[in-house]
């Protein structure tokens, strides 16, 4: 029962933040993507079809924050998210170095994927603080959560 409302309460928290963040973005100039922090749970945890799905929605959310093409972001992260589910479980993820580059270059890679549809549909440049900054910092975040004893035993990594 704890540990459900752990997860819950974490699960709150990350989307509580992205909304802040959402809101508030351009007075933070913070650029990180704590809904992908959900997909990486979700990928780590789950099987290929919940996951897929959830990749789907969180996807499609992000489309709503970014007010652009709808749909760019739901492809992009889906990728990711069939990704995150095939790597993970070939990797340790005892290993915070591990956990970090899971994020970031997976992450990353779906920044990527939409940034290329970004530049075919709406002509615009290639941002490359969606490829580098966030998925850094998003990597950074996602890290910080997992160091604690508790978070790993939830993943089921030890």
Do not use: W
């Not at 093409?69 to 170095?97: K, Y």
């Amino acid at each position: 029962m704890k540990k459900r409302r752990f997860k819950v309460l974490i699960f709150i928290f990350l989307v509580l933040g992205q909304i802040v963040i959402y809101k508030y973005r351009h007075q933070l100039k913070l650029n990180l993507d704590l809904l992908y922090l959900i997909l990486v749970y979700i990928s780590v945890k789950s099987g290929f079809l919940r996951c897929i799905l959830t990749a789907a929605v969180i996807g499609l959310v992000t489309d709503y924050f970014s007010m652009n093409v709808l749909g760019v972001f739901g492809f992009s992260r889906t990728i990711a998210g069939f990704l995150l589910n095939e790597v993970s479980s070939r990797i340790d993820l005892r290993n915070n170095i591990f956990v970090f580059l899971l994020i970031a270059i997976s992450l990353s890679l779906s920044n990527f994927i939409a940034n290329i549809f970004f530049y075919f549909i709406l002509g615009l440049n290639l941002d490359l603080s969606l490829i580098l900054y966030q998925p850094a910092l998003t990597g950074l975040v996602g890290t910080a959560i997992v160091i604690s004893e508790k978070t790993k035993e939830d993943l089921n990594v030890y």
